[in-house]
């Protein structure tokens, strides 16, 4: 057992351990009719003999037995003189233990050792690299596995295990018809797929913790990852078919490091992504394994292919080659853990793209990390963007500003944020829609209003009777400065003056209720000491150029529903109240462009109030 490589290690000395520790003799020995007969004859005298196999049971009979089956009622017919009193020999009525068929497996498999070739086959395959089980197999299968392999060759019958968790219904009870909480698992596969199953039961929790299934968090584990990665690889083929890209003769493939940025980094994120994944199915590490392709599929959609969209609309052959060879990579990843999906799309992408692949993807080479291709700090710096990105949405969402309405500025004070390029800080502005990004110091007052109570629950814990002086002296200290000492150095000494005497107390941010109140006219959010305020005023500049997304996004979104293809050219007619028509017509240009319009043309006569915009439109195809 010390030599095992246990999945948990927990079992090793725990459950598994304790078991063996505290063994008992085990009665191999069974009441049944059906089973392996107990090769044990006996006479009335109580003489008994163990037979080891039908050759040499042949010999005792006289009579050549090796053909007859070796079962009950069979095996029962044979009788022989006992070699001490010449009484008849008569086989025992008891069968083996079932569990001693599943541990003899190894080589009983084979016909070990009596069958030609079967010795060659034992010593290639035993011991097993892996086994599978759930958790009641420690005093099952992997106990009988262990004891035989051990007992008949000094070594165990595996080198590593994987100890599975039990299935629970979702409200997390023991699946049983009593209860009528079964989920059989072709119906389920039937209605989620049987990708969708086994990346659930791979991906969305450990393997050997115990797993609630249900309908929602099958359908949940899709919708954020599946079915985003599927909808990765419908963009990537309806752009590819839209500029006649062909990764074998296109112009796109240039050397990483004359790539734009956002090529190199999501270049650097899947060589990670694959050093971390072979890591993680290297430990028996599904759940780790499954997360981090998540994050690279939410990376690759939600951040590569959403900065780059112009450069896809443009036919960027840089752009298609960079998705086409991140994806590629991506499915070989993930074809372990969802090998339908992941074959279909080998077969309708990269066999079509290059008919030189292999077959199937399951005969292809599992990708290797090329490490030369990892920027750690394009890494870093571009993983900072994306939290910013996040605060500023916070901050919009705490406002109520859409995120369509440009805004002036916003202030930014983070770790690490002026090293970022100013590539890289335009990412952030386009995503917030803010025209100028500055650091936070600009302001040159606090944007925040901050307020301190007391947390007595804390404090009382830490210091007692003394806990109402505590809380006047907080209350009495500059809460912004206070605040500000603790976010900076986690802790902050007070001189608290008690009746015996000047006393220090140590407090932390635990110990303090605070309440920040952004200043009027601007939005703040923080996190783990990054920042982000909006400026929320609004000039009739900024709020034209607001109605213009608006209208932008509305005919995008009308292109849509009459099934317009991406590379349609069209003639917009169009209708809107005063202040929306004065920004429409200050940018007929920009909106064109936009949404691929040849021409743009005012109906004066029509109108529209079914939209917040009061916006009429018709669309005609060239």
């Not at 752009?319 to 339908?340: D, E, I, R, S």
């Not at 870093?380 to 309405?405: D, F």
Request: charged share 25%.
């Amino acid at each position: 057992n010390e030599n095992t490589d246990w999945h948990p290690e927990t079992i090793k000395t725990g459950r598994y351990g304790d078991w063996l520790n505290n063994n008992i003799d085990w009665a191999v020995s069974r009441n049944r009719y059906w089973g392996t007969p107990l090769p044990i004859w006996r006479c009335a005298s109580d003489h008994e003999i163990c037979i080891g196999s039908l050759k040499e049971l042949s010999v005792l009979v006289g009579d050549d037995v090796t053909a007859i089956d070796p079962h009950r009622p069979f095996v029962d017919d044979i009788k022989f003189p006992c070699a001490e009193c010449s009484e008849t020999m008569v086989r025992v009525p008891e069968v083996i233990d079932c569990w001693y068929d599943s541990g003899a497996m190894p080589f009983a498999q084979w016909g070990y050792p009596h069958k030609p070739g079967s010795i060659e086959k034992f010593n290639e395959a035993y011991p097993a690299d892996f086994i599978c089980e759930a958790i009641d197999q420690t005093r099952g299968w992997f106990y009988t596995l262990m004891t035989i392999g051990t007992l008949v060759f000094d070594k165990s019958s595996y080198k590593t295990v994987l100890c599975l968790g039990h299935i629970l219904d979702k409200d997390g009870r023991k699946m049983s018809k009593h209860l009528g909480n079964v989920l059989e698992p072709m119906a389920l596969m039937d209605q989620h797929g049987a990708d969708a199953v086994r990346w659930y039961m791979l991906a969305d929790g450990s393997p050997w913790s115990a797993r609630r299934v249900g309908h929602s968090a099958i359908s949940d584990v899709v919708r954020k990852t599946l079915l985003t990665y599927w909808n990765t690889v419908s963009f990537l083929s309806l752009y590819a078919r839209a500029s006649n890209f062909n990764p074998l003769t296109s112009t796109g493939q240039v050397d990483i490091s004359n790539r734009p940025l956002m090529d190199r980094w999501i270049i650097s994120e899947l060589n990670q992504l694959i050093d971390s994944v072979d890591a993680a199915l290297t430990n028996f590490d599904s759940q780790e394994a499954g997360e981090i392709l998540g994050k690279f599929i939410d990376d690759l959609s939600n951040w590569y292919v959403r900065r780059s969209r112009r450069r896809f609309w443009d036919g960027d052959e840089v752009a298609l080659n960079t998705l086409y060879y991140c994806l590629k990579n991506l499915t070989l990843l993930l074809a372990p853990m969802v090998p339908f999906i992941s074959e279909h799309v080998w077969q309708n992408l990269i066999k079509v793209a290059q008919s030189d692949q292999v077959e199937s993807i399951h005969l292809a080479n599992f990708p290797t990390a090329n490490k030369s291709m990892i920027d750690e700090n394009l890494s870093a710096a571009v993983a900072l963007s994306r939290r910013l990105v996040e605060l500023g949405r916070s901050a919009r969402a705490e406002s109520g500003v859409k995120i369509r309405q440009p805004l002036s500025r916003a202030l930014v004070s983070a770790p690490g944020w002026e090293k970022l390029s100013v590539e890289i800080k335009s990412h952030i502005a386009e995503e917030l829609n803010i025209l100028k990004l500055d650091d936070i110091h600009v302001a040159g007052t606090d944007l925040v209003d901050i307020s301190v109570k007391a947390n007595f629950r804390t404090l009382g814990e830490k210091f007692g009777a003394d806990v109402q002086t505590i809380a006047k002296t907080i209350a009495a200290t500059d809460h912004g400065a206070l605040v500000k000492d603790l976010r900076k150095n986690t802790a902050h000494t007070l001189a608290v003056n008690l009746s015996s005497g000047e006393k220090s107390a140590q407090i932390t941010l635990n110990d303090l209720i605070i309440t920040e109140t952004p200043r009027s006219g601007w939005s703040v959010a923080s996190h783990a000491g990054e920042n982000l305020a909006l400026d929320l005023t609004l000039t009739p500049e900024l709020i034209n150029a607001g109605l213009v997304r608006e209208v932008i996004r509305a005919i995008q979104e009308e292109r849509k529903n009459i099934g317009l293809d991406i590379s349609d050219r069209i003639t917009v007619k169009w209708n809107a109240p005063e202040s929306t028509s004065n920004a429409i017509s200050a940018a007929i240009e920009e909106i064109s462009a936009e949404v691929l319009a040849t021409t743009m043309v005012q109906v004066k006569s029509e109108s529209n109030k079914s939209n917040e915009l009061g916006l009429w439109l018709n669309l005609v195809k060239n």
